[in-house]
Every structure is written in structure tokens, then in C-alpha cells.
């Protein structure tokens, strides 16, 4: 069984510029996360979809950070225009649903803005 | 909101040795999950071992084991028989169960960084 992927694994972009990072969580997993670490902080969630609704998107920081998830498979993070406070390690996490589950992560993308 | 303090930046230990991860948490609900999770050089995080707020019993999974204190707002993490493969951050997290206006993710702590000596 394939994991959760993620790419780029990393990306380097010029403050100004757009970035669109790319989750493809476990096949049949409804639920997907996407959570932040920026350097020297805690591992903070982002959002949540349940198949392609977003079920809770109370941790998205900005407008600047677009959220999608076509069709209820994969899903992409746009940020537009990246500033240097999004550099961070962005890691996407799928399950089948109950709370108590065990999430599955992906190895993250790590944004670097310049 | 809920948070989670891991007290241990670092820690060291021998091989073969035992070694205990501290963790609180504060929160004011009564129904919730506790999770420990391993994060590798790869960077991709591992459930090591999870508890449910109800359940009296400390959760084991071979040689890792909680100390889950409800009343002290305590969940240590307890790895016997330290393996070199134990080199890793782990991460303390607490998840309502309660869904939705900011529940559903998980609330993590800063991490420990633990160092297996050969």
C-alpha cells in the first residue's frame, strides 16, 4: 500500500512568487490534513477535508493560502504571494476518519521564501 | 484552547537503557486522545503509541509504554531496551473528540530530541 506523498519535497521561491504544494494521501483515506512547522515552533494545524468539503479550516493563517482537494482525492496548498513567515515544513496527513485514528503523514514539503 | 509542553528539548540515553519522554498537556474537556508520534530523519511522522482520555489502562506497544496521569494532566513516554533506531524527535499530541471550530488537528508540542548512545 502506497503512503501519503508529497511533493516538491522541497522549493525554494522569491518572496512575491506563488507556490502550489501537492498531497496525495492513501487510497481510501476520506480525511486529510495539512499542518505547518515553521523553525523553532510547534507543528500547527492548518485544515482538514473530509472527501472534497473542508470540514475545518480554523488554521489557515491568511487568505493568502488557498486550500483544495479535487474530487475528494488529492489535494494542493497555493500560497499567493509567499512571504518569508511561510518558510516551514509543511507536512499533509490522511485517515480513515475516527478521532482516535492513527494518522498517516507524509514526509513534507520544505518551503523556503527568500 | 488546548496545549501541549514538552519539557525536554533533548534527551540522551544508552543502549539497552530505559528512558522516559515527559509530556502535559492542558485543557479543559474530559474526552480526548493522546498520541505519541516518532519523527525519523526522514522526516515522515510515525505513530508510536496513542490512549484515550476514558480508558484508566496506560496504552503499550511492545517496548514503549504512557504513563497517563488524567488528574495531573500528565503523558509520559516510556521506551525500554533503547534500540538505535529509537534516534528520533518525538512529538507529544492531544485531539479532541469533539469535531470541528478548531478541533479536528492535532495539537502537538515543541518535540524531544532523543539521542541513542551506542
Known amino acids: 500500500e502506497a503512503g501519503v506523498t508529497q511533493f516538491p519535497s522541497h522549493s525554494v521561491i522569491e518572496k512575491g512568487q506563488t507556490v502550489t504544494l501537492r498531497c496525495d494521501p492513501i487510497?481510501?483515506?476520506?480525511?486529510l490534513y495539512w499542518y505547518r512547522r515553521v523553525m523553532g515552533k510547534e507543528i500547527k494545524f492548518l485544515l482538514h477535508?473530509?472527501?472534497?468539503?473542508?470540514?475545518?479550516e480554523s488554521g489557515m493563517p491568511n487568505n493568502r493560502f488557498l486550500a483544495e482537494r479535487t474530487g475528494g482525492t488529492y489535494s494542493t496548498l497555493k500560497v499567493q504571494p509567499a512571504e518569508l513567515e511561510d518558510s516551514g515544513v509543511y507536512f499533509c496527513?490522511?485517515?480513515?476518519?475516527?478521532?482516535?485514528?492513527?494518522?498517516?503523514f507524509g514526509s513534507g514539503t520544505q518551503l523556503s521564501v527568500l | 484552547a488546548q496545549t501541549v509542553t514538552q519539557s525536554q528539548p533533548e534527551m540522551s540515553v544508552q543502549e539497552a537503557e530505559t528512558v522516559t519522554l515527559s509530556c502535559t498537556y492542558d485543557?479543559?474537556?474530559?474526552?480526548?486522545?493522546l498520541f505519541w508520534y516518532k519523527q525519523p530523519p526522514s522526516r515522515q511522522m510515525i505513530l508510536v503509541i496513542r490512549?484515550?482520555?476514558?480508558?484508566?489502562q496506560n496504552a503499550t506497544e511492545n517496548r514503549f509504554s504512557v504513563n497517563f496521569q488524567k488528574a495531573a494532566k500528565s503523558f509520559s513516554l516510556k521506551i525500554s531496551d533503547s534500540q538505535l533506531g529509537d534516534a528520533a524527535m518525538y512529538f507529544c499530541?492531544?485531539?479532541?473528540?469533539?469535531?470541528?471550530?478548531?478541533?479536528?488537528?492535532?495539537?502537538f508540542g515543541k518535540g524531544t530530541h532523543l539521542i541513542i548512545q551506542p
Open positions: 485543557t479543559s474537556e474530559s474526552d480526548y486522545y
Open positions: 496527513a490522511s485517515s480513515r476518519g475516527r478521532p482516535s485514528e492513527k494518522l498517516f
Open positions: 499530541a492531544y485531539r479532541s473528540a469533539r469535531s470541528g471550530g478548531g478541533a479536528d488537528g492535532l495539537t
Open positions: 490512549q484515550e482520555a476514558y480508558k484508566q
Open positions: 477535508f473530509v472527501k472534497e468539503s473542508k470540514q475545518d
Open positions: 487510497s481510501g483515506h476520506d480525511n
